[in-house]
Nanobody, 124 residues
Framework: QVQLIESGGGLVQAGGSLRLSCAASGRTFSSCNMGWFRQAPGKEREFVAAITWSGGRTYYADSVKGRFTISRDNAKNTVYLQLNSLKPEDTAVYYC?????????????????WGQGTQVTVSS
């Protein structure tokens, strides 16, 4: 079992930055691939970024590549998402998720555990 709690969301102007955190509890965090997804109002949830259990490989959606950075600290049981150069279209609820299968996935149905989400709102 892995419990996930996101934090760090908020209201920011376009061009600004935020750092999202996802704190995990459970003994298996360090063996999980981790992902971030987001859901904008009226839209389906979409993949944002993922990182392997070791942190050695990362993957990004094209829409965030070069602006967002995913990282993790297994000693702190935490995964991060740094959001830079934010745009109004980045407004969404951001979720972190844990995937106990291999290889790493970008499809949400591959993820086993989900947090409650944190709201990110970008004003123009």
């Amino acid at each position: 079992q892995v419990q996930l709690i996101e934090s760090g969301g908020g209201l920011v102007q376009a061009g600004g930055s935020l750092r999202l955190s996802c704190a995990a509890s459970g003994r298996t965090f360090s063996s999980c691939n981790m992902g971030w997804f987001r859901q904008a109002p009226g839209k389906e949830r979409e993949f944002v970024a993922a990182i392997t259990w070791s942190g050695g490989r990362t993957y990004y959606a094209d829409s965030v590549k070069g602006r967002f950075t995913i990282s993790r600290d297994n000693a702190k049981n935490t995964v991060y998402l740094q959001l830079n150069s934010l745009k109004p279209e980045d407004t969404a609820v951001y979720y972190c998720a844990a995937d106990m299968s291999f290889p790493i996935a970008t499809a949400e149905n591959k993820y086993d555990y989900w947090g409650q989400g944190t709201q990110v709102t970008v004003s123009s």
